[in-house]
């Protein structure tokens, strides 16, 4: 965290004098500072003799505002990178990832110019209408599980939501977020494995927060925190809550796989009991099942006309919804 920063106490005033003292500068050169954090967009106010002080702006998520609010003891405590505009968060978090980079290291960005959704597609959304991040763990786990962080991230975000608005979302298997039966979420976790560990897992995930309504194929089947709350949700706060829980479901996925977290996850299910569609990712023709339950891996048992089977990867949609 920038050292100025890290010196003010949220909204209260420390004189220039001892600013300066604490950071060996001059005067001249604490206002420069001062100027170039306030073009980043930090609050930073000056009041005469009082000094200075950072007050902390709803929902931004410049990386100091975030550090302060945090609660994690790993998610976020890596580097956190902040862009207005970026490509992908998770391109960006991958990179970084291959340079070394270290658990715990943030993206989070405004507006993605070519955001990555699920299957090869795209993710678009305007800007700074989504809470848009990906975080780079190199979690201890081994490749044959790397899917469950998909299945974690899900539940970190509805139990997220839920703590910062009230409502409680579901999950539609793997890994998509649901309130009143349309997507407020994609997540996407991209990993990189050696033969016997995960070597990295960026955890994508954009939620829709601000739009006020969704138009075109969007409008039956997408939804956002607005439109569910009919109020503006801090991002910022969303944000701390959603590191938060995922560090915990990661956590205790590291310690006790799936199972460690299938009793959570299987009561917020919009699937299970229901009437799907299942869609092979290997381009066999889709079918309808029964959706029966959850194996210790995270893996979808539907019965087929009587017959049991196990679902590791598919697009999977519920009769009557999405
Ligand atoms: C899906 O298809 O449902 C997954 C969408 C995942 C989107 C998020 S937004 C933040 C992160 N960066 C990306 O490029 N994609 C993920």
């Not at 949220?10 to 001059?26: A, P, R, V, W």
């Not at 007050?55 to 609660?71: C, G, I």
């Not at 992908?88 to 955001?115: F, H, M, P, R, V």
């Not at 139990?159 to 298997?173: D, M, S, Y």
Request: hydrophobic fraction near 40%; proline fraction near 2%.
């Amino acid at each position: 965290m920038d050292e100025l920063i890290s010196l003010l106490s949220d909204n209260d005033y420390i004189s220039g004098e001892k600013l300066c003292l604490s950071l060996g500068m001059t005067r001249g050169a604490v206002w420069k500072r001062v100027e170039k954090l306030r073009r980043e967009g930090y609050d930073l106010r000056s009041a005469g003799k009082r000094g200075y002080a950072l007050f902390l702006s709803p929902d931004s998520l410049l990386p100091a505002y975030v550090q302060k609010s945090l609660k994690t003891r790993r998610a976020g405590l890596g580097d956190i990178y902040y862009q207005r505009s970026i490509s992908s968060t998770n391109a960006w978090c991958k990179e970084k990832a291959a340079q070394g980079a270290k658990d715990g290291t943030l993206c989070i960005s405004e507006e993605q110019t070519s955001g990555r959704g699920r299957l090869g597609r795209a993710w678009d959304s305007g800007k700074g209408e989504s809470l848009l991040m990906s975080l780079l763990l190199r979690p201890n786990i081994p490749p044959e599980n790397a899917h469950t962080l998909t299945l974690a991230a899900a539940l970190a975000t509805a139990k997220a939501v839920e703590e910062t608005t009230g409502l409680r979302p579901l999950i539609k298997w793997p890994n998509d977020v649901l309130l009143s039966g349309k997507k407020l979420s994609g997540i996407l976790v991209e990993t990189a494995a050696d033969m016997d560990l995960v070597r990295s897992a960026v955890i994508g995930i954009g939620i829709n927060v601000r739009q006020r309504a969704f138009s075109g194929e969007l409008r039956n089947t997408a939804t956002s925190l607005f439109i569910e709350c009919g109020r503006l949700i801090d991002r910022r706060e969303l944000l701390c809550a959603l590191l938060l829980n995922i560090e915990r479901e990661v956590e205790l996925i590291e310690l006790g796989g799936f199972s460690a977290i299938s009793e959570d996850y299987i009561r917020r299910s919009a699937t299970i009991g229901k009437t799907v569609t299942v869609k092979p990712v290997s381009g066999e023709s889709e079918y309808e099942a029964q959706a029966v339950s959850l194996d210790e891996t995270g893996a979808l048992i539907i019965n087929v006309n009587g017959e049991k089977r196990r679902v590791v990867s598919a697009e999977v949609s519920i009769r009557g919804g999405i």
